[in-house]
Antibody, heavy 117, light 107 residues
Framework: QAQLQESGPGLVTPSQTLSLTCSLS??????????WNWIRQSAGKGLEWIGR???????NYNPSLKSRATVSIDTSKNHFSLRLTSVTATDTAVYYC?????????WGQGTLVTVSS | DIQMTQSPSSLSASVGDRVTITCRAS??????LNWYQQKPGKAPKLLIY???SLQSGVPSRFSGRGSGTDFTLSISSLQPEDFATYFC?????????FGGGTKVDIK
């Protein structure tokens, strides 16, 4: 059974870059034809899809993030990552990684990231 | 972006009740509508995909229907473990968008 686990700093300074990693266990990230996603949840905006990557490297992003987000994948380490630049307090949220294209059938447990000085 | 509107935003119900939650899309999304259940401190869990397909392992008391702009999630006989928040999500067009959620609590 595939399991996802987010990791990264819980506190990021305003204007800096948020970096998170999602590690997959119980399966190979390069097997099958899956997309790997980042989704966040905040009290203010609810659930917000950030972006996704396929094992081929194809990516899609939410235009609302104005090109601040980058999703990458490292098949040798069986993980994928999120970088979000120029963060502000409105980027404070629980960040989830999830598998899927048309629906999300596996989710990580989520990690809280707070943007504050 | 496609806006997803859920109603009601919250409801109170008793064990054994039939519960129906509605999700409306701001434009036609065919059947590209999914439902999730979320409990406090946990990630969302997929219940229904493409409007009416039951995810493996999800009890049959959960059902979904609809197409176009109007969709419903029904729970035929509410169980204690069903008290949670439910979200819809459209995958018809990027960016994927979610409804604001419906919290189901105990009457």
């Amino acid at each position: 059974q595939a399991q996802l686990q987010e990791s990264g700093p819980g506190l990021v300074t305003p204007s800096q870059t948020l970096s998170l990693t999602c590690s997959l266990s119980g399966a190979s990230i390069s097997s099958g034809s899956f997309y790997w996603n980042w989704i966040r949840q905040s009290a203010g905006k609810g659930l917000e899809w950030i972006g996704r990557i396929h094992t081929t490297g194809n990516t899609n992003y939410n235009p609302s993030l104005k090109s601040r987000a980058t999703v990458s994948i490292d098949t040798s380490k069986n993980h994928f990552s999120l970088r979000l630049t120029s963060v502000t307090a409105t980027d404070t949220a629980v960040y989830y990684c999830a598998r899927g294209l048309e629906w999300f059938d596996h989710w990580g447990q989520g990690t809280l990231v707070t943007v504050s000085s | 972006d496609i806006q997803m509107t859920q109603s009601p935003s919250s409801l109170s119900a008793s064990v054994g009740d039939r519960v129906t939650i509605t999700c409306r899309a701001s434009q036609n999304i065919n059947i590209y509508l999914n439902w999730y259940q979320q409990k406090p401190g946990k990630a969302p869990k997929l219940l229904i995909y493409t409007s009416s397909s039951l995810q493996s392992g999800v009890p049959s008391r959960f059902s979904g229907r609809g197409s176009g702009t109007d969709f419903t999630l029904s729970i035929s006989s509410l169980q204690p473990e069903d008290f949670a928040t439910y979200f819809c999500q459209q995958s018809f067009s990027t960016p994927d968008t979610f409804g604001g959620g419906t919290k189901v609590d105990i009457k």
